[in-house]
T-cell receptor
């Protein structure tokens, strides 16, 4: 697509429920990133894919968080047994470059998660 | 790890004014980018600028890699320039983000 597309834009869930957030990167972009942004702060790195391979998941807060990108395009970030502290804006970004991993980051509009 | 400091934290200007935002890094970086988060929450890439100078309309940026800082210049400010400006830098994909500069342009 023309830009990075994320869904849902807003998600309200009850504590303990699982949520899945979807990201569709710019067509042809090799690298895909997930970030989390708390109100009033800059984005925080969660995980990163080159094609379908998860290259770095060091930013995932704990084992309730997981991400996949099975066909090297669309990615899903899953949060199991959500907690109130998981409430945040979850942002996906993509870049065209794989080898250097230094290309311009293009962000989607984000998925705002609220856990009650 | 690398630390990123942005200044000033807040800036209020009248429409038409010029401004300079600064980003300092504690160590050398090979990836440095400036972003604008508008009041609707969209995060937009302004510049990918690990070194040198770039210009895009009323915005320009300069990075002096040897001295570990980058500057973002906004000329003839418009109300649509309001929002938070972030710089992010690091090695390859591992970007560290500054706390941002909150810019308010008054009509």
């Amino acid at each position: 697509g023309a830009g990075v597309s994320q869904s849902p834009r807003y998600k309200v869930t009850k504590r303990g429920q699982d949520v899945a957030l979807r990201c569709d990167p710019i067509s042809g972009h090799v690298s895909l990133y997930w970030y989390r942004q708390a109100l009033g702060q800059g984005p925080e790195f969660l995980t990163y894919f080159n094609y379908e391979a998860q290259q770095d998941k060091s930013g995932l807060p704990n084992d309730r968080f997981s991400a996949e990108r099975p066909e090297g395009s669309i990615s899903t970030l899953t949060i199991q047994r959500t907690e109130q502290r998981d409430s945040a804006m979850y942002r996906c970004a993509s870049t065209g470059l794989a080898a250097a991993n230094t290309g311009e980051l293009f962000f989607g509009e984000g998925s705002r998660l609220t856990v009650l | 790890g690398i630390q990123v400091e942005q200044s000033p934290p807040d800036l209020i200007l009248q429409e038409g004014a010029n401004s300079t935002l600064r980003c300092n890094f504690s160590d050398s970086v090979n990836n440095l980018q400036w972003f604008h988060q508008n009041p609707w929450g969209q995060l937009i890439n302004l510049f990918y600028i690990p070194s040198g100078t770039k210009q895009n309309g009323r915005l320009s940026a300069t990075t002096v890699a040897t001295e570990r800082y980058s500057l973002l210049y906004i000329s003839s400010s418009q109300t649509t320039d309001s929002g938070v400006y972030f710089c992010a830098g690091g090695e390859n994909y591992q970007l560290i983000w500054g706390a941002g500069t909150k810019l308010i342009i008054k009509p």
